[in-house]
């Protein structure tokens, strides 16, 4: 675990993410790194994104015996061509926000 600039507990993941732009483009991705607000998601994608962009996402098949999927609204803060995207969370259900802060919470033991 470390901490982001934000002072914001962030840990390492292997998860796997839908990311959806509209109804017309979904890209698979994987997490690399993931908070309570924000997340490094590893995507390679021939489709321009920038900063600012907003997504829809879930994330699927949870360890820890966690059921269901985060499931949310996320905005684009840093595009790193060739690695990824950083985004940050902007909107979750109580059910999502639950998920999320049991796997943070899980994850960083």
């Not at 949870?62 to 060739?82: D, W």
């Not at 690695?83 to 926000?97: P, Q, R």
Request: net charge positive.
């Amino acid at each position: 675990m470390f901490k982001n600039q934000r002072n914001s507990a962030r840990v390492s993941s292997t998860l796997p993410i839908a990311l959806s732009f509209g109804s017309q483009i979904t890209l698979a991705g994987q997490i690399k790194d993931i908070s309570l607000k924000s997340a490094f998601i590893n995507v390679k994608s021939s489709i321009h994104m920038a900063t600012h962009d907003e997504l829809d996402f879930s994330i699927e098949n949870l360890p820890f015996n966690l059921q269901g999927a985060i499931k949310g609204t996320a905005r684009i803060s840093r595009v790193a061509p060739g690695e990824g995207i950083a985004v940050f969370f902007t909107k979750l259900d109580d059910h999502s926000n639950d998920l999320l802060h049991r796997l943070v919470g899980q994850t960083a033991k």
